[in-house]
């Protein structure tokens, strides 16, 4: 596990569009696992902003977003179809075909979600899953109490998701109190997983998931047990790490190492 401390969440939108960049460049049809939320905001202004300005190709990348929300049309300004149209996908040139989200409409979702992770499958895997986390410890929709092996399926929310999200919604029965989402199982077959967190009020989750024990309580301490994930952070998030120091040298000894061409 890595864990780089960034001045502030620009710095850190930087370092993740400069990986998504980079390994674009090795493999034109990378797989990207996709987040949503205020947290990848930033690098999907970068990727737009690459494309136009630079010219970097996305016609070949396949898309697998993290979760829906069950109930809402992709119309809804509130469904996460709607938001990534908003924030990256009208600003690249991602075939429609190649973007996908878990099923979250009509009958027999079991049997989709079933599917679904076939077509990841399929797709060759997750090259590289973004990730933000809820303050309750959440990675995509997969609540406190989640399997740690869970698969892409239907969830209930939490009182503190529906809280923490309610702002978006001027009529609180619109509010969907279902979703579905890839499973932790499913975000750790992805090959490299990058997440982001900014801001004091993920500084509980951070330390629970970065420094705890591994807890299906805390969903964001699975990623303890993946081989290649990154925690993105900002002094604010990182304030409770208690490993805080060590995280900070590592990240400089690291970049001595890379400048020395020793690794
Ligand atoms: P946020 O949400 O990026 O809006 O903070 C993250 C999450 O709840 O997973």
Not at 65 to 81: A, I, M, T, V
Not at 218 to 246: C, K, N
């Amino acid at each position: 596990m890595q864990v780089v401390v960034c001045k502030d969440p620009e710095e850190g939108a930087r370092i993740v569009t400069e990986k998504i960049l980079s390994a674009l460049e090795d493999r034109p049809e990378l797989v990207l696992g996709l987040a949503t939320g205020s947290t990848p905001i930033g690098v999907y202004q970068h990727l737009i902003e690459a494309h136009k300005n630079d010219g970097v190709d996305f016609s070949a990348v396949r898309t697998f977003n993290l979760d829906e929300y069950c109930g809402l049309s992709g119309d809804h300004p509130q469904s996460y179809r709607a938001f990534m149209r908003e924030h990256l996908f009208t600003g690249l040139n991602i075939p429609a075909e190649n973007i996908h989200f878990p099923p979250s409409e009509g009958p027999e979702l079991g049997e989709k979600c079933r599917q679904h992770e076939e077509e990841i499958l399929q797709a060759g895997g997750i090259d590289i899953q973004l990730l933000g986390i809820g303050s309750n410890g959440h990675i995509g929709f997969n609540e406190p109490t989640s399997s740690l092996a869970s698969r892409t399926r239907i969830k209930t929310l939490t009182e503190k998701t529906l809280r923490d999200n309610s702002r978006f919604y001027e009529d609180p029965s619109e509010q969907p109190q279902v979703a579905s989402t890839l499973g932790i199982g499913t975000i750790l077959d992805a090959k490299c997983i990058l997440l982001q967190a900014y801001g004091e009020k993920k500084a509980e989750a951070v330390k629970a998931s970065v420094e705890g024990p591994i807890s299906s309580f805390w969903p964001g301490s699975a990623l303890q047990m993946h081989a290649d994930v990154t925690f993105i952070l900002d002094e604010a998030s990182a304030a409770r790490l208690e490993m805080i120091d060590y995280f900070r040298k590592s990240r400089a000894e690291g970049l001595r190492l890379q400048e020395d061409n020793t690794i």
